[in-house]
């Protein structure tokens, strides 16, 4: 294909397809076997550092909030990420513990643009390419496929264009110029899900985003999950399984663990601590007070709940009921 002009970005990860067939048939566990396990456990386990990491979906919704405040504990940095997320990618920035992000969005809604991302740019200590929301998604359907791009229109004649790492080329069937996102196959992907086996089978309940191009797209996959239920459960309605047993690694059980985001039909976003995370992100010294108070100094997932409060808790619950 004739190549009519590129994007000026820097292209963080190369499609590596082949390398990556290799990688999963020699290094990645076929067994049917239980995978469960605590954040820590699965952090210290599957993430390195200089690892590329993403995360499933966007806003609030179903954010692997437990499994990213546990790599912010661990202090693993040198991360490369695909920033599909908010929350959960701005603690990690916050951190200083990203040096690239593939970026298409990351913003609190009603509550503004992030003024954590945008230090961190200004500074130099981040690099950024700039995606659409469907054009990582779909690089990361051209992973799942096996296939090193996808040819797609999005972004065509736009800034966001200009700053991606993305090609514009000469379609060979029509002459016509097409966009070409490359794969993006990352070393760990992150998703929260409803339910999960022990295995690893996973089910979502209403919006699904991502998560099935995602889960193929990763050489390393951990789930948290709101309960781990029997297999025999998950066997009552396998349709339900947009996430097989053997594209997991680890299953961590993390009840409220998108919070202070929500869970669909589970509960309600905490307005009141993200709008205490946005004002205190203002500021770096205000912002290292938060991370201090709500990762550093609670040392699980269950403390962490703790100090939200059972309270608390129970309101979202109810909210996300219509009570």
């Not at 090193?148 to 002459?175: E, N």
């Amino acid at each position: 294909m004739e190549v009519l002009e590129s994007g000026k970005g820097e292209l963080f990860l190369s499609p590596r397809m082949n390398e990556d067939r290799q990688w999963m048939r020699e290094k990645k566990s076929w067994a049917l076997e239980p995978k469960t396990m605590s954040e820590h456990e699965a952090v210290k386990k599957f993430i390195h550092e200089g690892d590329y990491i993403g995360t499933e979906l966007y806003g609030f919704v179903r954010c692997p909030m437990s499994i990213a405040r546990e790599i912010v504990r661990q202090r693993i940095g040198h991360l490369q990420v695909a920033g599909q997320g908010i929350m959960e990618v701005d603690i990690l920035i916050a951190a200083g513990l990203v040096d690239k992000i593939d970026l298409t969005y990351l913003g609190y809604e009603v509550y503004g643009l992030s003024s954590v991302l945008r230090r961190a740019a200004q500074s130099g200590k981040l690099k950024v390419n700039e995606w659409s929301n469907a054009a990582l998604a779909w690089r990361l359907k051209a992973a799942a496929l096996g296939v090193p791009f996808l040819p797609v229109r999005v972004m065509l004649g736009t800034d966001t264009f200009k700053y991606s790492a993305a090609k514009v080329a000469k379609c060979p069937f029509t002459g016509e110029k097409v966009l070409l996102l490359p794969a993006t196959m990352l070393d760990v992907g992150i998703i929260h899900v409803h339910r999960a086996d022990q295995y690893g089978n996973c089910q979502i309940d209403g919006i699904s985003g991502f998560a099935f191009e995602l889960a193929r797209a990763s050489r390393r996959l951990i789930i948290s999950a709101e309960e781990i239920i029997s297999t025999e459960e998950i066997r009552m309605y396998p349709e339900r399984t947009i996430i097989p047993w053997y594209l997991v690694d680890a299953v961590v059980e993390a009840p409220f663990g998108s919070h202070p985001g929500e869970m669909p039909y589970y509960y309600w976003r905490d307005e009141e601590h993200l709008s205490w995370y946005v004002a205190a992100s203002k500021e770096e010294t205000t912002t290292e007070e938060y991370l201090q108070k709500w990762i550093w100094d609670v040392p699980s997932h269950e403390d962490y709940l703790e100090r939200v409060g059972k309270e608390t808790l129970d309101m979202m619950k109810a909210k996300a009921k219509g009570r």
